[in-house]
Antibody, heavy 115, light 115 residues
Framework: QVPLQQWGAGLLKPSETLSLTCAVSGGSLSGYYWSWIRQPPGKGLEWIGEVVHSGSANYNPSLQSRVTMSVDTSKNHFSLTLTSVTAADTAMYYC?????????WGQGTLVTVSS | QAVLTQPSSLSASPGASASLTCTLRSDINVRTYRIYWYQQKSGSPPQYLLRYNSDSDKQQGSGVPSRFSGSKDASANAGILLISGLQSEDEADYYCLIWHSRTWVFGGGTKLTVL
């Protein structure tokens, strides 16, 4: 199992931009789908989107207008940007890897949006 | 109506079997979908359990015990996760997942209590 390490700012104010990065240890970005999934406190999972090695991305239509995902192949990183956050974006954010379905997950980053 | 519906909770006794259902919205046919299952224990990221489409198209997650198995009930338009020989460590939230309309869609999750 390839460890995924993720990081980013954990406390944001409304209207700010969420930015998270996930690093792949011991493997490359090639040949996989790299996903971001979130989970509000006490609630279920929501798929945000996925990106591949080439940089091509596919987003959840409900978030598409605010989401950008990218890859940095030189650093074996992939990133999530979510603009104009509100309290509704407060959640644990997970990065995940899979040849198709998300299979290996990061430990998660708790992002809280509060004024 | 949600794409995937799971009962919010289920209780079962140690040693018994538990059948967790994931019902697809009536306009989409379970026969044409691979169903993925995840287990999430408190404070941890979800862990991939298995994929089920048919008896000839299924995959067990790495290290997942064989007492976790998948099936479908076409008459109910549902995917099923069967856990046999329940153990206290099986107490967790369970999520189903499908690929639908170019997005990953999670069910709302079932909280399984073993008591």
């Amino acid at each position: 199992q390839v460890p995924l390490q993720q990081w980013g700012a954990g406390l944001l104010k409304p209207s700010e931009t969420l930015s998270l990065t996930c690093a792949v240890s011991g493997g490359s970005l090639s040949g996989y789908y790299w996903s971001w999934i979130r989970q509000p406190p006490g609630k279920g999972l929501e798929w945000i989107g996925e990106v591949v090695h080439s940089g091509s991305a596919n987003y959840n239509p409900s978030l598409q207008s605010r989401v950008t995902m990218s890859v940095d192949t030189s650093k074996n990183h992939f990133s999530l940007t979510l603009t104009s956050v509100t309290a509704a974006d407060t959640a644990m954010y997970y990065c995940a890897r899979g040849v198709w379905e998300p299979k290996d997950w990061g430990q998660g980053t708790l992002v809280t949006v509060s004024s | 109506q949600a794409v995937l519906t799971q009962p919010s909770s289920l209780s079962a006794s140690p040693g018994a079997s538990a059948s967790l259902t994931c019902t697809l919205r009536s306009d989409i046919n379970v026969r044409t979908y691979r169903i993925y299952w995840y287990q999430q224990k408190s404070g941890s990221p979800p862990q991939y359990l298995l994929r089920y489409n048919s008896d000839s198209d299924k995959q067990q997650g790495s290290g997942v015990p064989s007492r976790f198995s998948g099936s479908k009930d076409a008459s109910a338009n549902a995917g099923i996760l069967l856990i046999s020989g329940l153990q206290s460590e099986d107490e967790a939230d369970y999520y189903c997942l499908i690929w639908h309309s170019r997005t990953w869609v999670f069910g709302g999750g079932t909280k399984l209590t073993v008591l």
